[in-house]
Nanobody, 125 residues
Framework: QVTLVESGGGLVQVGASLRLSCVVSLRNLNGYTLAWFRQAPGQEREFVAAVSRNGGTTRLADSVKGRFTMSRDNTKSTLYLQMNNLQSDDTAVYYC??????????????????WGQGTQVTVSS
């Protein structure tokens, strides 16, 4: 059974930081690209960040570059998203996802086979 469980969301003020975690129960985890997406009310799910199978390469959405960093620890089966200088526009439900997709498709939500249940991040001004 494949499970992805996010944690670390919450209510913070503008300028604060949060660290999201996602524990992934998936055989041969190092064969999967891992990613974070987010979805605000009334909006489509959007790409936030992705990390390659061995953790050596990351891609970030332009809207979060310079503020968010992503990493993975395959030994702990865990994916992380460090979010600094949070803004109101970052308010959304954040989802982690796993896929065997090729790197050129990492920003495409439909490329991902497995999803977590999401964790709410609310940034208040």
């Amino acid at each position: 059974q494949v499970t992805l469980v996010e944690s670390g969301g919450g209510l913070v003020q503008v300028g604060a930081s949060l660290r999201l975690s996602c524990v992934v129960s998936l055989r041969n985890l190092n064969g999967y690209t891992l990613a974070w997406f987010r979805q605000a009310p009334g909006q489509e799910r959007e790409f936030v960040a992705a990390v390659s199978r061995n953790g050596g390469t990351t891609r970030l959405a332009d809207s979060v570059k310079g503020r968010f960093t992503m990493s993975r620890d395959n030994t702990k089966s865990t994916l992380y998203l460090q979010m600094n200088n949070l803004q109101s526009d970052d308010t959304a439900v954040y989802y982690c996802a796993a896929s065997r997709t090729i790197w050129s498709q990492v920003e495409v939500a439909t490329s991902y086979n497995y999803w977590g249940q999401g964790t709410q991040v609310t940034v208040s001004s």
